[in-house]
């Protein structure tokens, strides 16, 4: 008898505790705001999929080499259009570089991150008080020993060990740019990225940015650019008759 109550309880009870598990993954399914999801076409953030350009330059490259001829559609790009042209400063380039293999970064993310923050303007100032290039608040200019925030590659350094300390503690790019943005206090307390429409369009417009830059530059990132563009500024000179 004591073994038919015991089997009786099991059905009863085991139902009842799936139904109470399901119904409390669903609540947090649903409390999460915005959804950042995993496709096979890449990212989707805001119902916005961003594409995985690894996958996209594989497919490229078979192509061509099947012998498939591409259209130059760079110009037409709704992505090329948003954002301004790469800056030819070769000395910035080399410290986003530099720094961000320094502190385990990927340079385009870095690249996206400033051009979002400041517009590579070194001198950049927000109502806040977030001052250079990446745009650190007084505070955190403290943590990080950074006492002159407008040169600019002392920002860059300071910036990207900062981001790097976000990283760390939140796992993902998209976490790390929220604290970033919005303060790792606020992403800790709302349990990932803030409810904040500001933050929400920064990390959009950062990640998309950052995918735009993987497509473009697949293989080298950013931190080759710079030789790129010192090559064609030779061969504009020496058509110039420059020395």
């Known amino acids: 008898m004591r073994d038919a109550k015991e089997s009786f309880s099991m059905r009863v009870f085991l139902p009842v505790l799936v139904a109470v598990l399901l119904g409390v993954w669903a609540g947090a399914a649903l409390a999460a705001d915005p959804v950042f999801t995993g496709t096979p076409a890449g990212i989707v953030i805001d119902d916005m999929v961003l594409p995985d350009p690894v996958a996209a330059g594989r497919r490229d490259a078979a192509l061509q080499q099947a012998g498939h001829g591409f259209e130059d559609n760079t110009k037409k790009s709704a992505a090329t259009a948003r954002y301004p042209a790469v800056i030819e ?37 927000s109502p806040r008080g977030a001052q250079g290039l990446m745009q650190i608040m007084p505070d955190t200019q403290k943590l990080l020993g950074l006492t002159d925030p407008f040169d600019p590659e002392h920002n860059i350094a300071a910036g990207t060990r900062y981001l790097r300390t976000m990283l760390d503690k939140f796992q993902t790019e998209v976490m790390a740019l929220a604290a970033y943005n919005a303060g790792p206090g606020a992403v800790a307390k709302h349990g990932g ?11 959009l417009k950062v990640v998309d940015r950052y995918f735009q830059l993987r497509q473009k530059y697949p293989e080298e990132g950013i ?21």
């Open 193 to 203: 990225v803030p409810p904040y429409d500001e933050t929400k369009d920064y990390v």
């Open 89 to 125: 400063d070769a000395k910035l380039l080399r410290w986003v570089n530099a720094y961000s293999r320094k502190n385990g970064l990927d340079p385009r993310l870095v690249y996206a991150l400033i051009e979002q923050e400041s517009r590579f303007n070194p001198g950049a100032t």
């Open 223 to 243: 931190g080759a650019i710079h030789q790129k563009l010192a090559a064609g500024e030779t061969v504009q000179l020496a058509k110039r008759g420059k020395p």
